[in-house]
């Protein structure tokens, strides 16, 4: 597996193996993977330069901020730095995924902050599925919740940064397309969305009046009151 999963064109060569090598009924390890977003915080990007042992490196900050923006990142994200419960991207089962499912990916993320904090990335990680026969599922995980990793996690810079609060509402659109140029290379862009112009899921958690009022109906439905008052 390459970074954000995709990288390099590792899962090509798996699905090679599986087609040439790979006897009828045999296993694959690991056998599903998914692709995981959420937004995020990236102190050690925008606010750690503030301040290098009494020197203020701001400048600095922001060049390397500038090239964040043409490149995605890979670092070990902290876990409070992660703003909304991830999202998968992309599930595969490896079983039988083709290579023309993996030329286009598109993903749109509509969500809420959990937390105060403030919106500065997308944050990408994989987990892989083992197969097991015990009742607990063998996972590995790139998560910022799990052990570092090789892979780390690949975040995607924002222009602006964004102060938000628990319940704000969050949407962008994510593409991954392979690379014309390189059959090991996805381009990745990322467009930061207008939450009022985006429908929200059911169960949105943001503090627009129409996802308040949503989930009010629902949790009366879910007590048992069929009454309209």
């Not at 083709?98 to 990916?105: C, G």
């Not at 995980?141 to 628990?166: A, C």
């Not at 899921?201 to 989930?215: E, R, S, V």
């Amino acid at each position: 597996m390459g970074h954000y999963l995709l990288h390099e064109g590792m899962l090509d060569s798996v699905i090679y193996a599986r087609d040439n090598f790979l006897r009828r009924e045999g296993l694959l390890f690991p056998e599903n993977v998914t692709l995981f977003s959420s937004p995020c915080s990236i102190p050690s990007l925008n606010e750690s330069w503030a301040n290098v042992n009494g020197v203020s490196m701001k400048s600095f900050g922001k060049q390397l901020k500038e090239a964040a923006m043409k490149e995605p990142l890979l670092i070990q994200i902290n876990p409070d730095d992660v703003l909304s419960e991830p999202e998968s991207v992309l599930w595969l089962n490896l079983h039988d995924v083709t290579l023309e499912d993996l030329e286009s990916i598109n993903f749109r993320h509509v969500t809420s902050a959990s937390k105060d904090g403030r919106y500065q990335g997308i944050c990408l990680w994989f987990t892989c599925t083992f197969p097991y026969y015990s009742t607990e599922p063998v996972i590995l995980s790139t998560g910022p919740d799990d052990p570092k990793t090789h892979w780390l996690q690949t975040v995607i810079s924002l222009p602006v940064d964004v102060d938000v609060e628990k319940g704000t509402p969050l949407a962008y659109d994510l593409v991954l397309k392979r690379s014309n140029t390189s059959l090991r290379k996805y381009t990745i862009e990322m467009t930061m969305l207008d939450p009022e112009e985006v429908e929200h899921p059911i169960y949105c958690g943001c503090h627009m009046t129409k996802c308040i009022l949503a989930k009010a109906v629902i949790e009366k439905y879910d007590h048992g009151d069929f009454s309209m008052n």
